[in-house]
C-alpha cells in the first residue's frame, strides 16, 4: 500500500488505486495517519529549501571572468558552434552537437470562432480525423481545428505533446501549429513534443520550423529548438510507444486499437473493415504483457471478426460490432 | 537607478557584455543552483554544472530570443544539464545505495530539537536522502517530471523510479515520525 501512496502523492496513481487507497485509509485510523502522512510529507516538500548550500555568486562570476580572459586568444564565435560532446541521452547516434531541451512555454491556445478543441483531461487521448489522421495527445494536451480542415489544407494547432500518423494526401498539406514549431507533412508519422520543442520522426519526412529556422527530418531522426537553432539528432526506434505503454484499451476505436498493437508488434496486424466498424470500441488493461497471438484471440472474443493468418501476419477484417 | 529588466540584460549581453553579465549571475545564480541542488543534493557539483549553464547561454548570447523567459530559458537548460551530467555517470539506479537509514536527530542538541519544526525537519530529511533516491525525487518533486520522462531521462525502467521514490517518501515519513516522537 505504501507503493500506491508513494504513486498517489505524486500523482501517478490509476483511477483504480486512487480509489483503493482511499478505501484502505477508511478501514482503520491507524490506515488514515498513514495516508495522511504521506499527503503531509509531499506537500511539505514543496517548501523544501537546501540547509546548508550557499552559492558563491561572486566567486562564480570571477571564474567566468577568467574563463574568457582565457578564451581571448580563439575567435569567439557569435553563431553557436557544434562542440564536440557527446550526448547520451538515450539517442544512439546523438555525436557534435550539444543539444539541450527547451521546453516551450506553456502555450496560450487561441480558438478561433469555428473550431473544434480536443483536449486529453484524462490519460492519452485518440483522435481520429476526417482525412483518415490519427493523434494521440498527452495528458494535458490540446488540439484545434477549424471547419474548413481537409478543405485545401489540413490545418491543425497543438498546444504540448502529440503522435500523429498522418494520411497521405499531397494535395492537401497537413500542418501543424505549435508555439515555437510549425511542422508541414505530406503523409508520414511522428510525434511533436510542444514541451520540449522536439519532433520525433518514425516514418516518412516532415518540415520542422521555427521562427528564424528551418530543417527537414526524416525517418528515425529528431529534431529540436535550441534557442532559436533548430538541430537534429537521432530518434530511438519504438520511441512513439510513450502513446499507449501498457498497451490498455477504454473504448478506444479499433483503428486505434491496431495501430497501438503494430507498434509493439512489428506492424503484424492488418485491419480491413467497413466505415463505422472502425470505430467499434475496445477496453482492455494491459494488453503488453501478451503475447500477438493471444491478443488476436482477444480480439476474436470481443468482435465479430474473421481471422486470416498468413506467416507472421495477421489480417482481421471485421464486419460490424459485436 | 534605472529599471533593469530581463530584456535588457539580453539586449546588453550583446552590446554592454561586462555589465550584463555581473547582472545575470547577481539575478540568477544563485536560483540555478538551488535548481540543480534540489536533483543532485551536492553542493560543489551544482555550482560547477551552474557555472556550466552560464557558460553556455554566454556563449549563445547572439542567438538569444529576447521575447523569451529568461528565468524559464536559464531553468530549462539547468535541468537538462543536470540531467546529461546523471546520464554521463551511467550510475546504476537498481542497486540500492544505502539500508534504510532515518537520518540521525539525535545528534542534535536540545535546543536544536526545540527549535525545529516540521518543515527544518523535512528540510534535512531530504538532504539526508541516499544520492539516488534523492535524483529521482527531486525530479518528479521539484521539476514536475513524470515518472515516464524521468525513466526516459535517466535511462531507467520505470518500476526503479516507482521503487525509488516511495523509498523517498518513506524515509521522510520516518524521519518525521522519529521527530514527533522525540518531540512528545
Redesign the interface.
Known amino acids: 500500500m505504501e507503493d500506491i501512496l508513494a504513486k498517489l502523492v505524486s500523482g501517478e496513481a490509476t483511477n483504480d488505486e486512487m480509489s483503493m487507497a482511499e478505501a484502505w485509509s477508511k478501514e482503520s485510523l491507524e490506515n488514515k495517519i498513514i495516508y495522511d502522512d504521506y499527503l503531509t510529507v509531499w506537500s511539505a516538500t514543496g517548501s523544501y529549501q537546501a540547509s546548508e548550500f550557499v552559492p558563491n555568486t561572486d566567486k562564480a562570476y570571477e571564474r567566468h571572468l577568467s574563463l574568457l580572459v582565457s578564451e581571448e586568444e580563439q575567435a569567439e564565435p557569435m553563431i553557436p558552434q557544434k562542440p564536440t560532446t557527446v550526448i547520451s541521452l538515450g539517442w544512439k547516434k546523438w555525436t557534435s552537437i550539444a543539444a539541450v531541451f527547451v521546453a516551450a512555454l506553456s502555450a496560450v491556445f487561441l480558438l478561433r470562432s469555428d473550431a473544434t478543441t480536443i483536449t486529453a483531461n484524462e490519460g492519452i487521448q485518440y483522435v481520429s480525423l476526417a482525412d483518415g489522421s490519427q493523434i494521440w495527445l498527452d495528458e494535458g494536451s490540446s488540439i484545434s481545428y477549424d471547419s474548413d480542415f481537409n478543405k485545401n489544407e489540413r490545418k491543425i494547432e497543438l498546444s504540448g505533446k502529440a503522435f500523429f500518423d498522418v494520411a497521405r494526401n499531397e494535395s492537401k498539406p497537413f500542418i501543424i501549429e505549435e508555439k515555437d514549431l510549425s511542422v508541414s507533412v505530406l503523409g508520414t508519422s511522428f510525434t511533436v513534443d510542444g514541451m520540449s520543442d522536439r519532433v520525433d520522426v518514425v516514418s516518412g519526412k516532415v518540415q520542422v520550423s521555427s521562427p528564424t529556422s528551418e530543417v527537414i527530418v526524416t525517418k528515425g531522426e529528431s529534431s529540436i529548438l535550441y534557442g532559436e537553432q533548430l538541430e537534429i539528432g537521432s530518434v530511438e526506434e519504438g520511441h512513439a510507444k510513450w502513446r499507449n505503454p501498457n498497451l490498455s484499451f477504454d473504448n478506444a476505436p479499433l483503428s486505434q486499437v491496431v495501430a497501438d498493437l503494430n507498434l509493439f508488434y512489428g506492424d503484424q496486424l492488418t485491419l480491413i473493415s467497413e466505415g463505422s466498424a472502425n470505430e467499434c470500441a475496445f477496453t482492455s488493461s494491459g494488453l503488453v504483457s501478451e503475447s500477438l497471438e493471444n491478443t488476436v484471440k482477444i480480439l476474436e472474443a470481443a468482435y465479430d471478426v474473421t481471422v486470416v493468418k498468413s506467416g507472421d501476419r495477421y489480417e482481421l477484417t471485421i464486419m460490424d460490432c459485436q | 537607478m534605472m529599471q533593469y529588466s530581463d530584456t535588457d540584460i539580453l539586449t546588453d549581453l550583446k552590446a554592454h557584455p561586462?555589465k550584463a553579465?555581473?547582472e545575470l549571475?547577481?539575478r540568477y545564480?544563485?536560483f540555478i543552483?538551488?535548481v540543480i541542488?534540489?536533483m543532485i543534493?551536492d553542493?560543489a557539483q551544482?555550482?560547477d554544472l551552474?557555472?556550466e549553464v552560464?557558460?553556455?547561454v554566454?556563449?549563445?548570447r547572439?542567438?538569444?530570443?529576447v521575447s523569451t523567459?529568461l528565468r524559464?530559458?536559464l531553468r530549462?537548460?539547468a535541468v537538462?544539464?543536470t540531467?546529461?551530467h546523471l546520464?554521463?555517470q551511467k550510475m546504476d539506479f537498481d542497486i540500492d545505495d544505502a539500508i534504510l537509514e532515518v537520518p540521525n536527530l539525535d545528534s542534535s542538541t536540545q535546543q536544536d530539537l526545540e527549535a525545529q519544526d516540521?518543515?527544518?525537519v523535512?528540510?534535512?530529511a531530504?538532504?539526508s536522502l541516499p544520492s539516488k533516491c534523492r535524483m529521482i525525487f527531486g525530479l518528479?518533486?521539484?521539476e514536475q517530471k513524470?515518472?515516464?520522462e524521468i525513466s526516459?531521462?535517466l535511462?531507467i525502467s520505470i518500476k526503479t523510479v516507482?521503487?525509488q521514490?516511495?523509498k523517498?517518501?518513506?524515509l521522510?515519513?520516518m524521519a518525521?515520525?522519529t521527530y514527533q516522537q522525540e518531540k512528545n
Open positions: 561586462e553579465l555581473r549571475y547577481d545564480y544563485q543552483c538551488g541542488f534540489k543534493g553542493g551544482s555550482e551552474a557555472q552560464f557558460v553556455e554566454w556563449r549563445r547572439s542567438v538569444l530570443d523567459s524559464g530559458y530549462r537548460v537538462n544539464k540531467l546529461n546520464r554521463a516540521l518543515q527544518s523535512i528540510n534535512k531530504v538532504d518528479s518533486r521539484f513524470s515518472y515516464n526516459q531521462d535511462g516507482e521503487n521514490i516511495s523517498a517518501l518513506k521522510l515519513r518525521v515520525l
